[in-house]
Nanobody
Framework: QVQLVESGGGSVQAGGSLSLSCVASGSIVRINDMDWYRQRPGKQRELVASITTSGVTNYADSVKGRFTIWRDNAKNTVYLRMNSLKPEDTAVYYC??????????????WGQGTQVTVSS
């Protein structure tokens, strides 16, 4: 099947930076949109950034100008660079991808999540 594995979370002080990565593996034919979501304590999961196969990006207003999403299609990997981090960015960050597999099914898959903690 398909696995998404995130890495790169951790703890940082406000104003600092972190980078996340997410690698997709398995019986993949094509990866369409790749997204980063986050779930802050006591909040619903929210879309942070998305990127299409051709590289068109979209960001939540709360992270525009601070976060950058990009992808390496050859490596089935999506990245998220987070600059000028704020305590309110503290969350579990999840990778999500729209993937077509060799059985010709198309589904969205989630990674296991990685914790990002920003201290003031």
């Amino acid at each position: 099947q398909v696995q998404l594995v995130e890495s790169g979370g951790g703890s940082v002080q406000a104003g600092g930076s972190l980078s996340l990565s997410c690698v997709a593996s398995g019986s993949i034919v094509r990866i369409n949109d790749m997204d980063w979501y986050r779930q802050r304590p006591g909040k619903q999961r929210e879309l942070v950034a998305s990127i299409t196969t051709s590289g068109v990006t979209n960001y939540a207003d709360s992270v525009k100008g601070r976060f950058t999403i990009w992808r390496d299609n050859a490596k089935n990997t999506v990245y998220l660079r987070m600059n000028s981090l704020k305590p309110e960015d503290t969350a579990v960050y999840y990778c999500n991808a729209d993937i077509r597999t060799y059985d010709l099914l198309r589904n969205r898959y989630w990674g296991q999540g990685t914790q990002v903690t920003v201290s003031s």
